[in-house]
């Protein structure tokens, strides 16, 4: 399965990004997100770096993931902060649900995870039934030169006193005419010096340019639909930026 988050991936995703770590996002949709008292999606929800703080600003999250690695690791940072959200198993292409939301909020470039632009498109317009009138859709996306500029790297992350996992992460094809470029990411769990674990995974994401987001987010229905650069809400996107972020309101 593509963009699996299998069990080495999601215990390397939460030694490197555990609840704490912000790129910029937690502050700023806490921010954004200060005037919605209802009920909030975070589709992609991981390992629950971003959810727990939403949780501690006193939101209400209901959060989905693919991956039941992930959401085991989720699970246990809600008990070790002391939080409670309700979190599920589901995929973008199909997550159907009667609730419905105040706001819908991805980050950390997850919308990227959808390498088909048609898929996409339907994941949008999924969002904006789901979501109440007035409820807004916000979603980040890196910015297309860091995806098509990947390089064959080597990580690795001491997990325990004996063991550490690494990741071997190899470019395989970058599909200029559908914006998906695609990696082979291998990792390794070594005990003690002793491999003892692998896992494969083939990681694909998809690159959208401004002016194409904003115009899938307003053919999926939304309007005011806001593209800005580096966390600075309103600010057109600079050619250097690593970052931008998406917002459209359900009127
Ligand atoms: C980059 S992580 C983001 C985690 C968390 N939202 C954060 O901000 O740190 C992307 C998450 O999307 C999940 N994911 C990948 N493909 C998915 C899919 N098709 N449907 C639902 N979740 C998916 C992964 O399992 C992973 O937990």
Redesign the pocket.
């Known amino acids: 399965m593509k ?1 699996k ?1 299998g069990q080495l991936s999601s215990l390397v ?1 939460e030694v490197d ?1 555990p609840v704490g770590v912000s790129f910029g ?1 937690v502050e700023y949709y806490v921010d954004r997100l200060r005037d919605v008292h209802g009920l909030i999606l ?6 629950g ?2 959810l727990v703080p939403l949780l501690k600003a006193g939101k209400t999250v209901v959060g ?4 039941p690695n ?1 959401l085991e690791v989720a699970h246990a940072a809600l008990a070790q902060h002391k939080v409670k959200a309700d979190l599920v198993v ?4 199909s997550f159907q649900t009667e609730q419905r939301f105040d706001a819908i909020v991805i ?4 919308f990227q ?2 390498d088909s632009f048609n898929v996409a498109m339907l994941v949008l317009a999924r969002f904006y039934q789901q979501l109440n009138k007035g409820g807004r859709l916000m979603l980040d996306l890196d910015a297309a030169q860091a995806i098509f500029n990947s390089k064959p790297s080597m990580r690795k992350w001491q997990v325990s006193d004996h063991a550490l996992v690494t990741l071997a992460s190899t470019p395989l094809s970058i599909d200029y005419a559908n914006q998906v470029s695609t990696e082979l990411h291998r990792y390794e769990l070594w005990e003690n010096g002793q491999l003892a674990r692998t896992e494969l995974e083939e990681f694909s994401l998809r690159w959208w340019s401004p002016s194409e987001i904003k115009m899938a987010m307003q053919l999926a229905g939304f309007s005011n639909v806001a593209v800005s650069g580096g966390y600075e809400y309103g600010r057109a996107p600079h050619s250097n930026d690593e970052l931008i972020s998406v917002e459209g309101v359900k009127n």
Do not use: Q, W
């Not at 589901?90 to 292409?93: L, R």
């Open positions: 963009n988050y995703y990004k996002d975070e589709p992609g929800v991981g390992n770096r971003f989905y993931d693919a991956s992930m589901g995929d973008f292409a980050p950390a470039g997850t995870l959808i």
